[in-house]
């Protein structure tokens, strides 16, 4: 069965620096996501991506995220200067169609900043 | 902006029926979907409803309301292995993207 993964699962690393977490959606899927998972709480929106291009992002989503596709199977989240607060499980998803319908969420990576 | 609110937590005996209920506050609707989240685990879609009624998939089965606003999903012939923590998520028509609520969490009894 078709799944999206990501890596790496655990990622420790040091207030400031720079992290790229990676994804690669499943293959026939059009719409990308990336959520983040606080310890204990919510599942949060933070940026869907279509057509190479980003099609909404949450307040959360500031200028120190950003996304890409560099090819034609990987989706990935950059975080350039990472806080304390960035420490979550972040979650990518994607969907066949759009956000109407079933999105397939891979098992996350678990980012600590230290 | 969007709101959901359910319950924090819900507890139910196993064999026994649950209902988790979810109130939703949008600008625009294009639907109601629900996910199941097992501690350490990703989200998995568990239904989606668009329109008014009742879908049911095996032991599951979800209930829509637009005119309310209003949702549940219903959890049937409960297993152990259903402890877990349950979603609503709605998506506004004019944005593409998934809100999520805060989660209920199910324990199960046995």
């Known amino acids: 069965e078709p799944e999206v993964t990501q890596t790496p699962s655990h990622q420790v690393t040091q207030m400031g620096q720079e992290v790229i977490l990676r994804c690669v959606p499943i293959?026939?899927?059009?719409?990308f996501y990336w959520y983040r998972q606080i310890l204990g709480q919510k599942v949060e929106f933070l940026v869907s991506f279509y057509n190479n291009e980003i099609s909404e992002k949450s307040e959360i989503f500031d200028d120190q995220f950003s996304v890409e596709r560099p090819d034609g199977s990987n989706f990935t989240l950059k975080i350039r200067s990472t806080k304390l607060e960035d420490s979550a499980m972040y979650f990518c998803?994607?969907?066949?169609?759009?956000?109407?319908?079933?999105?397939?969420f891979g098992q996350g990576t678990r980012l600590t900043v230290v | 902006g969007q709101s959901l609110e359910q319950p924090s937590e819900v507890t139910a005996v196993e064999g026994a029926i649950v209902q988790i209920n979810c109130t939703y506050q949008t600008s625009g609707f294009y639907g109601l979907s629900w996910y199941q989240q097992h501690d350490g685990g990703a989200p998995t879609f568990l239904s989606y409803?668009?329109?008014?009624g009742l879908e049911e998939t095996g032991r599951f089965s979800s209930f829509l309301s637009r005119s309310d606003s209003y949702g549940y999903l219903l959890l049937q012939e409960l297993q152990m292995k259903d402890s877990a923590s349950y979603f609503c998520a709605v998506r506004d028509r004019r944005d593409d993207k998934i809100i999520f609520g805060k989660g209920t969490r199910l324990h199960i009894l046995p």
């Open positions: 293959s026939n899927h059009l719409y």
């Open positions: 998803a994607s969907s066949e169609v759009d956000a109407s319908t079933e999105a397939f």
């Open positions: 409803n668009a329109l008014d």
